[in-house]
């Protein structure tokens, strides 16, 4: 874990509810932390638990080149690591930026794109374009970074006309697929509660906080399978 919370605060998302301000570590802390584990008991596969693990640009870079740096002097230090990720402003990451990270040892990205609408997302506060994206899976696919896309069908602000830009850009990264392995998550069946959590934003403290515990109970376990079972959702 390098960070606890979100630079971001999406309307639909509870994690700036629990963790209001973003904690992050240094690139140099976390990188000796993954060094270490590496040297004394030989792990060499990481999966970052942050809600984002590039939520301080200038903090994962550091992370990236402090990896590097000691690939260079262990050469047989070589992992892999994963973790969430945002979509970030294109001329704030650069192809350079995505060459060190691969070197470091990305190796698979969960990115909550949530849609491809640029509206939608606005609506959602995500603050990143489909120019931004496009850019993003450009660099993953030419250094070999594997997606797996975050998506969240029937926003309440979505229409037929947005949904049918989900699927024409889906045909579009479709030429990614070999290099990057995307991945579709949908929240097919918890449509309505995750519409509910959006709405739930937009009201004032007291009422969005009882909002939040109701619905917080429908996405333990127990609920899921019940709701599962009963709308026939396999």
Known sequence: TGSRGCIRKCTYCDVAKYWPKYRYRSGQHIADELYHYYKTVGITSFEFSDSLINGSLKKFKEMNLALIAYQNKDPGFKIKYK??????????????????????????????????????????LKKFTNDDLDMHLRMCGKYGIKNSFLMLIGYPTETLEDHQQNLDRLKIYQKYAQHTLIGISTFYYFVFVWGLYGIAALMNYQVKNIMYNILDLFRSEEHTSELQSRFGIS
Do not use: H, P, W
Request: glycine share 8%.
């Open 83 to 124: 973790g969430q990720y945002i979509c970030r402003d294109a001329t704030a990451f650069k192809e350079q930026d995505y060459k060190d990270m691969k070197q470091a040892g990305c190796d698979y990205l969960y990115v909550g794109v949530e849609s491809f609408s640029d509206k939608v997302r606005n609506d959602m």
